[in-house]
Structure formats: C-alpha cells, structure tokens
C-alpha cells in the first residue's frame, strides 16, 4: 500500500539476543530490572529502506544486518512511498513486562514484529490507515 505525501514506517523489534547476531552485527540495548521504571530510549538501531515495500519480516531479518544503515536516536525520514524498517535487539531481564512506545504521530502502517530468540511472538499492527479496532496495544 502506498500513499503519496506520507510516510509509511514498518518497525521490526527484536527481543533478546538472536543466535544469529551474537557478533553484535545489531545494536543491542540492555536492561537491568532499574531501568523499567522510567520510559527508556532506543539510542542506537538499523535502518532499511524498502522502496516497493514488498520485504517480509523474515526477509528483513536476513538483510538488515548488512544492508542496514546505523542511525542514532530518532530516524528522520521525512515523507516516502518506501516502507521503513528499524530494527535493534533489546535484552531485558527475565518475566518483567516491557512497553514499547512509538512517539511517532505520523505514520500510515506500523507492523512491530516481536521475538524471543528464534521464536516469533507476532506481530502487532497500528497506524493511521488502519481501523482503530485493528490496532494492537
């Protein structure tokens, strides 16, 4: 789906640390149990356009790594008819339920696609184009 004049965002958050990027090829934020009290920001995270859109999550995972560009603190991609995904990986401790707040009032379609190692969570989905019954919380 694109739309002209708006900017279109996937996310892609990664929970725990993957097998497959124990080198650190993602940036990784850790979390000690003292950390969760107050909102936490996402300093460093990958980048990848997806100028037709057409990537899926799977696909992502194997290219970001390499094809990503590192940006630090808020991506600025201003308006595109490119799908955007981000991706960092986040350890956090074991059992504590952690909130992830998208600060971005602008965006048209938002997939967040959560893992715990290798296991896929699901996905969540939000953003303005869609039905606000269909938004995940």
Known sequence: ML??????????????????????ALPLLKLEAGDLDEP?????????????AQLTAS???????????EVEGTPR???SRSAWWLATQVQAPAAERLQLIIGQTFLDDLEIWL????RPLGPLYSGSSRAFSERGE
Do not use: F
């Open 77 to 79: 991609i201003g308006y």
């Open 3 to 24: 739309r002209p004049l708006r900017s279109l965002m996937t996310l892609l958050c990664l929970v725990c640390v993957l097998p497959a990027w124990a080198g650190g």
């Open 115 to 118: 893992y715990d190692g290798e």
């Open 40 to 52: 936490v920001s996402i300093e460093r995270s990958l980048l990848l356009e997806d100028p037709g």
């Open 59 to 69: 696909e992502v995972l194997q290219r970001i790594a390499s094809q990503g560009r």
